[in-house]
Nanobody, 121 residues
Framework: QVQLQESGPGLVKPSQTLSLTCTVS??????????WSWIRQPPGKGLEWMGA???????YYSPSLKSHTSISRDTSKNQLSLQLSSVTPEDTAVYYC?????????????WGQGTQVTVSS
């Protein structure tokens, strides 16, 4: 069974870059037609898809976040990473990684448990 685990700092200062890692086990991030997304949920709000990286290494971003979001991967460690630059308190959220099959707009399959990130000075 595929398992995903997010990790990273729980507190980030405004204007800094948030960096998170998602470690995948039980499956390869290069497995054909699998996509791996980052999603976040601010307090009291709904889920927001941020972007994804495909099995091929191609990346896809939400238009509203594209200017300060970067998703990459380390195939040797079976990990994907998220970098969000110039963060503000509005970026405070629970951040999740999740798998999709067939496309970055497909249904989500496996989810990580999520990691809380607070942006505050």
């Amino acid at each position: 069974q595929v398992q995903l685990q997010e990790s990273g700092p729980g507190l980030v200062k405004p204007s800094q870059t948030l960096s998170l890692t998602c470690t995948v086990s039980g499956g390869s991030i290069t497995g054909n037609f699998y996509y791996w997304s980052w999603i976040r949920q601010p307090p009291g709000k709904g889920l927001e898809w941020m972007g994804a990286i495909a099995y091929s290494g191609s990346t896809y971003y939400s238009p509203s976040l594209k200017s300060h979001t970067s998703i990459s991967r380390d195939t040797s460690k079976n990990q994907l990473s998220l970098q969000l630059s110039s963060v503000t308190p509005e970026d405070t959220a629970v951040y999740y990684c999740a798998s999709q099959y067939g496309g970055a707009d497909g249904a989500f399959g496996y989810w990580g448990q999520g990691t809380q990130v607070t942006v505050s000075s």
